[in-house]
Every structure is written in structure tokens, then in C-alpha cells.
């Protein structure tokens, strides 16, 4: 295989995913804009970060259910063995706009040491809709 060839296949397929991923999730958050769009991705872990209300926590969601931080990889453990198991390979991360960039850090590379993909979602640059 031609080196760097499977980095341009990823930046490929990105663009294809797209907001598919807002019936999964268990708050609505003003999420970054982007340009790029996401293909489908059969049946993905979305881990939604809410806006903070004047607190130091980041309210999490793990698909509809809300969890702590020290949770995050239990849930998506205990997600993978009831809905698909191995086949699950991705996880997806909706953020606000305002959640702190190391929270986004630190949540990514969880789901990273996990053994998982992970992508963010933004909406479409010019898209004034949630």
C-alpha cells in the first residue's frame, strides 16, 4: 500500500458523514462550524459535551445517557457489548462551542485508548440551524 494513502482516504470520506448523528444524542448544543462533511457511520458511539451552567463540569452525554467523566469508558463498554459489540469501531464527539478545548482533549483521547475512531461533528459553515 502507497504510504499516506490511507490519510487521504480518511480525509476523503470525512466530508461524507453528516448530521445523522443529532437523533442519538441526548442534549442540543451549538456545535462548532465545518467545513467538512461526514459519511454515515453504521451505528457509532456519540458522545455529546453540553454547554456548562456556570459550573467546573462539563455535562456528558454517552448516546442518550448522561455520565460523569470517570464513566466514559465503562459506558462505551457496556454500549459495545449490548448494541454490536467489535462492530462498533467509531465514536463521534458533539461539543459545544463553549466547552473548553482540554475537555474535547481529554474525552478524544479516551476514546482513542479505547481502540476507537473518533470524529468531531460541526455543522456546515453557513448553517445558522443547530
Known amino acids: ?22 437523533q442519538q444524542t441526548g442534549i442540543d448544543v451549538q456545535v ?19 454547554a456548562t451552567s456556570g459550573g467546573t463540569n462539563t455535562p456528558m452525554w454517552v448516546n442518550k445517557k448522561q455520565v460523569a467523566m470517570k464513566d466514559l469508558e465503562a459506558e462505551i463498554r457496556r454500549l459495545r457489548s449490548i448494541e454490536g459489540g467489535d462492530a462498533i469501531t467509531t465514536a463521534v ?10 475537555v474535547e482533549k481529554e474525552v478524544i483521547n479516551r476514546i482513542l485508548k479505547m481502540g476507537l475512531n473518533c470524529g468531531l461533528i ?3 459553515v453557513g448553517d445558522d440551524s443547530r
Open 1 to 22: 500500500m502507497l504510504p499516506g494513502l490511507d490519510i487521504i482516504a480518511l480525509i476523503l470520506v470525512f466530508p461524507l458523514l453528516g448530521p445523522t448523528f443529532v
Open 32 to 50: 462548532h462550524e465545518s467545513p467538512w462533511r461526514y459519511e454515515q457511520m453504521e451505528n457509532p458511539v456519540v458522545v455529546t459535551l453540553g
Open 93 to 102: 464527539l458533539r461539543s459545544d462551542v463553549s466547552v473548553p478545548s482540554g
Open 122 to 124: 460541526g455543522k456546515p
